[in-house]
């Protein structure tokens, strides 16, 4: 953890550190402002924009209409033309509807005109399942966009990083993705008042370790550190990797630790093909870290199917602590 | 169901009463009823599951607005399709799902209509010709013109129902849905239920046009505004507008001018719009009420007969809730069963 | 450029003269049909280029079009933005671009607008307020709404133009940016450049209506149908938007009926229109032709005038080819530079 | 190579494969039927529907508006309700138009409602660079719809397997996306006359050798089996898998062959980060085949930028037959 973090005390749960880096990025910035659907008078569909519209009125907190495709070409527009646009999609599945802005227009534009125009876009996309909402409204997308050249796209993991995060997002020239995570929104944990950033790009060794090497993004990774704790118990020692940044990727982070521990699991929420551990997996192994290598590369990441309504169904469907301990244990033991 | 009664109307009171008493006998008028008193228990049967945690995610709730769902589908056949919404337990009811598969799909069990892996947003019974509640906002829509053109193709003669709401109006599938129904002249008819809000943004906020069938002549289909909550002027208007899709004339667009007496969902404070425009809606234009009343008039039915109704859907309410209790739950060793059909 | 003629026009044949001649002077006029010649004979120098395999790829070209192009962007300044489409040689140039710079794009160069990576889908010229032709049909639409919001946000007091084909207004883009600008009175002016075709599919075939502007209904936003090969009325009625526009009234619909002499681009087998439509189009209403007449007639230009515009424009794109030819190659070492902004 | 292709003498371009497995399906089943934007009397942006137009009729090679959300729901509304369409996207990249229906409803359609329906929609996907069209023209976004279940996923790489995955697509009861690299349709090669059809889910060696296992994908099985050409001169045995299906990935066939040259790269065009190698690293390394491995896993992938329109640029931008030379001679001689 940063040292920030120690000095720490007031705590605050991701989605007030996430409304409060948006209103400090208002009140420094007047090109600041949010859009999306219900972010006003409602809050947000999760209150994370919560009062804001009354502390900025409705000019700086828009309400769109359901036009997720023109709501986030609109974001593009303004950006390229010299505001800050923040919009919120209201669930991460309905990126689906806006890929085409996103991906041809948001992260292109800057390269298509040979480096004329930048594009400061921030998208922010609720995201991952547990909430019984069943498969449109549970996806985990991040690795769609993080395959995407042009963007830049985080996965916060805490309060502190969400806030830092976000507003170094907001300050980013170019167009910054921000998968939040549905189930983290009630976290607290501690959040240094006023402005901060946390860079864009750098991953967390949130806890060191030897014995093995889980690098975790977004909600993972507390059930990683979970089970750090429960196999510390059995003197397994863990070292557990934040992404925190899908793209650009922090290699180094990765394969110092990988070259300490000689073994690597990564542990995600997608779906487990062609997810982030897929990513992570390659990335080491085709490194100079591969030659420390003692065992496979584990992935545990989501079940091969839709979300499903049913909460035990739900549960299975992505990794849980009793799972990460488990294979962490039979990849530290060669019980694998 | 009720629409094979089509062809043995009684007209009862002669030539100038309403459509729907011209068109369909007593027995369907009051099996309309019944759909409509069905709905609303469903509803507050699963607001009331929910509420003790027997129900988990979300729902979202049609009470208020169970006029247009039975006036749309009374003369509908099961081989004729709806595509509908979140909001959908009303449409699903309406075309003549069972309470008790309903339930239990809510309460993520295998003898829900889903086997558990739905849930309310997804419900479905496509034995009665519901393709299915849609997540997506909009998402329906192109479905529907699909399955039209199916219908098309095929010479089914069948009709296809696009359900969607006010909100949905304004995402692109609209357009492309309604376009293209439009040029192919496809057997579709769009019904969009306005009940004001999508979520908390208010049809003046969101939606550049007064009615949303204004955007009819965008497609030069005819746009039909109707009082939402009249089961009668419902029916007529969907009489209408199918008789054109049978005859290969095209698709139309009814708007239901309706409104939601609960929140959005269940997570909704309420603050986008007054108690008194709630309660007005509640006490001057409920659906059943006015219903009610004018079926007493006219004599399809007494008190007495309406209070039998409301206690057999209690009956057949509670029974659904107590089969979806005592069903089972998936296993979860099948979690990855239904991704793909299961080839010989 | 000349949109700073515009208050000192000088009305040569009195009040009942078309609008451009009331409200242009002379040189500005002139310098309208040598823009107009400059996009032909640009078009006319990348297809032969295209042909020696200086330029690679594929091109949209707009001949036949130039005066939409041209009577839209007579009146804007360089601080009035664009979105432009894979039709868009003609809207850069009539925005004010460097033919030379064009071409060096087209050829690849690093003295290109897009120093070579974007050619002739993503010419842009941010410098004369081109914000980019775009490769996705319809994906200027909302961007352009974007601008406009900054326009509103900032009182910068611009206006922004959004080009688009007849093809376009089918996709949901379309809608759900026009729906945006309405109800958010934004100073956007939403252009059709209607040429009858989107690629081989005529208007009748994808389109439920006759006519684009028949949409601006479903926005309630005026819509106006011009004879887009008429430069006096393409600029009327942009002259009318763009008040309205500055006043904060909101967006216009204009729709400019055209014709594209040319196939849709370097791979068309032109099946899907007739000889005898393309020959009427351009011996009967070809916009250059017709302009010069027009200005023949009022006394702005005699033969001698208009050969000397063509004689410096042929001089101007020989001497633009010039350029791009001797201009350099991107380096090979650079090709990841411009996808993220270089930071101090 | 199968069997087939060896007493096949008969040559198609891959475009004439995929319009005659089209041909074919709609004699056989009236329900099939295509739908796309000017693959009627145009034949299709790059001809591959051709004359079909005049020989079925346009009620069943339909013009579509230019709707791609519209269209693809559709063609799953129709696919739901008993028909069997084709869809046609003009290029890969409008395919972000159309994620909605692709991911949202017609993968998990059949999920959502327990199995009460199937989705037997096919959809074309012409992809790749290499054409000049520049950054909203080139895409290989294979690997988005490679994670989501509920899809089947493939790039056919030869004129036989166009046409024999097409005809296994439109007979599969659920959802089958198909990348065809637009380079590819002029490429000709021996196809049997009739129906028949290639297994989808099934990988193939289209080279055996013994030091270096190379998975590849569309064009790229052309280029990396003409590296391996080049480099059997240098004594160099290399073995080339044409994966063919992205999802349901063919593990054993992999596995099998990095068991005997225990080596292994990966090569598709797509940007490196998050393409299909990432899984096919990733697979690998937590396989029993880890153990056999004596080299990092290597992954020629493309540049992590849009595609630039400056040919030699773009030639730049994915892997080359010289890269592919280089890279294999480095992994197998230990100069890594
Ligand atoms: C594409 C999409 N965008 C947003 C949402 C979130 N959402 C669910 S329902 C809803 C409001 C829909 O309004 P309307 O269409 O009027 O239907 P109503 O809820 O009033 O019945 C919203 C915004 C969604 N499910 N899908
Ligand atoms: C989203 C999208 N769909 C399809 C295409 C392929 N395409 C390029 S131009 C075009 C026709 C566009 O027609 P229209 O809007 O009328 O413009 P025009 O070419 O006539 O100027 C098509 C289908 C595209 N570039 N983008
Ligand atoms: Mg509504
Ligand atoms: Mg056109």
């Given at each position: 953890m940063d040292a920030i973090i120690e000095t720490a005390t007031r705590e605050l749960s991701y989605a007030q550190a996430i409304q409060e880096a948006m209103a400090i990025a208002m009140e420094r910035d007047e090109r600041v402002f949010l859009m999306g659907e219900d972010i006003g008078v409602y809050g947000g569909a999760f209150q994370v924009t919560g009062d804001l519209v009354e502390r900025f009125g409705p000019e700086r907190v828009m309400d769109t209409p359901i036009s997720e495709l023109g709501g986030a070409g609109v974001a593009v527009g303004a950006a390229v033309t010299g505001l800050r646009p923040i919009f919120e999609f209201?669930?991460?599945?309905?990126a689906t509807l806006a890929m085409e802005q996103i991906v041809n227009q948001a992260a292109k534009m800057r390269y298509m005109l040979g480096g004329a125009v930048s594009v400061p876009v921030v998208m922010r996309f609720p995201a991952g399942s547990?909430?019984?909402?069943a498969a449109q409204h549970s996806q985990s997308l991040e690795a769609w966009l993080g395959h995407v050249p042009g963007l830049k796209v985080i996965q916060p993991a805490t309060p502190h990083d969400a806030k830092g995060l976000l507003l170094a997002a907001i300050e980013d020239p170019d167009p910054v993705m921000i998968f939040e995570h549905k189930l983290l929104y009630k976290m607290k944990g501690p959040v240094p008042e006023g402005h901060y950033t946390v860079p864009i790009g750098k991953a967390d060794v949130r806890r060191e370790g030897r014995d093995l090497t889980i690098v975790a993004t977004s909600i993972m990774v507390h059930k990683a550190l979970e089970a750090a704790e429960t196999l510390s118990g059995e003197g397994i020692d863990i070292e557990v990797i934040d992404l925190r940044t899908v793209r650009p990727m922090d290699r180094q982070t990765v394969i110092d630790s990988v070259r300490k521990t000689s073994r690597l699991m990564c542990v995600y929420?997608?779906?487990?093909?062609?997810?982030i551990g897929a990513e992570v997996s390659a990335m080491i192994a085709e490194s100079e870290a591969f030659d420390y290598l003692d065992a496979p590369i584990v992935r545990l990441g989501g079940a091969e199917t839709p979300i499903p309504y049913n909460p035990e169904l739900e549960k299975a469907t992505v990794p849980q602590v009793d799972g990460i301990v488990q294979a962490a244990r039979d990849l530290v033991t060669g019980a694998r | 169901m009720a629409g094979k009664a089509k062809n043995g109307a009684e007209k009862p009171n002669g030539a100038n009463l309403p459509f729907l008493y011209r068109h369909y006998d007593h027995e369907t008028l009051r099996g309309a009823l019944r759909k409509m008193h069905l709905i609303r228990q469903f509803e507050e049967g699963a607001e009331e599951s929910y509420m003790r945690g027997l129900i988990h995610g979300t729902m979202h709730l049609s009470i208020g607005q169970e006029a247009s769902a039975v006036g749309i589908c009374l003369g509908l056949t099961d081989e004729d399709q709806i595509t509908s919404t979140h909001r959908g337990h009303g449409h699903c009811i309406a075309k003549g799902a069972d309470v008790s598969r309903m339930f239990a799909e809510f309460f993520g069990k295998t003898t829900g209509y889903c086997r558990g892996r739905g849930g309310s947003m997804h419900i479905a019974d496509v034995s009665t010709g519901n393709l299915g509640a849609n997540g997506?906002?909009?998402?329906?829509l192109p479905i529907a013109v699909g399955a039209a053109l199916t219908a098309k193709k095929t010479k089914s003669g069948n009709v296809v129902v696009c359900f969607f709401g006010d909100g949905a109006n304004n995402e692109g599938a609209f357009h492309e849905a309604l376009n293209m129904a439009a040029i192919w002249k496809l057997p579709v008819i769009f019904v969009c239920e306005n009940n004001g809000y999508g979520m908390s943004t208010s049809v003046e906020r969101a939606t550049a046009v007064k009615n949303i069938a204004d955007r009819a002549a965008a497609y030069a289909m005819p746009g039909v505004i109707v009082e939402g909550n009249v089961v009668s002027d419902v029916a007529q208007a969907m009489h209408e507008a199918t008789e054109r899709a049978r005859k290969g004339e095209g698709p139309t667009l009814i708007e239901c001018k309706t409104y939601r007496?609960?929140?959005?969902?269940?997570?909704?404070?309420?603050?986008?719009?007054?108690k008194e425009e709630i309660e007005e809606w509640m006490t001057e234009r409920d659906p059943i009420e006015m219903f009610e009343a004018e079926l007493q008039e006219l004599g399809v039915i007494d008190m007495a007969g309406i209070e039998a109704i409301r206690a057999d859907v209690a009956r057949e309410i509670a029974e659904g809730i107590e089969f979806a209790k005592e069903s089972p739950m998936p296993d979860v060793a099948n979690l990855e069963k239904y991704v793909y059909t299961e080839q010989a």
């Open positions: 209201q669930f991460s599945d309905f547990g909430t019984g909402a929420e997608a779906v487990k093909t062609l997810g | 997506i906002v909009g998402g329906g007496y609960r929140g959005h969902s269940k997570s909704d404070r309420n603050r986008y719009r007054t």
